[in-house]
């Protein structure tokens, strides 16, 4: 999965907050940060870009009830602009396991018959155990859904 997991420690910035967290995270963001998720239709809950003032891509936010539950980050391959994000929180190994795999499982698609793949965003894992981990998953988890 060396197309959307990557052992790096740069990237734009990705934050990743369990729900609960989340208005004290709001609370904490510029006043621009917070007029963008307002104006944007964010509703706590999901992903959302967030821009710089030239309207570039500053950073991306994902908000989730658990960073344990390893589907929670599933859609944020197939979802995000491409690019290489770097998660900004601080981790634990076993929330940068789950990050990971749901990353990589999301990114998952059949293509041994089709000639273009799409552009898919990577995650940097800057915690190696994880990194090795989640990619153990991630490719045994392709096996199994190939076979199928």
Known sequence: MSNVLSLEHTGIPLHLIEKKDFAAWLEQQPESTQH????????????????KPNGELAEALCVTESLTDYFACGQLA???????????????????????????????????????????????IADEKAYQQAVYLVEATKKVRDLV
């Open 36 to 51: 963008w998720l307002i104006a944007s239709g964010f509703k706590g809950y999901g992903s959302a870009v967030l821009p």
């Open 78 to 124: 197939s979802t995000l602009p491409a690019g290489t994000y770097k998660p900004i929180n601080s981790l634990s190994t076993e929330q940068w396991t789950a990050v990971a795999f749901g990353w990589g499982v999301g990114a998952y698609r059949f293509d041994r018959y089709t000639e273009k793949k799409p552009a898919v965003a990577q995650l940097a």
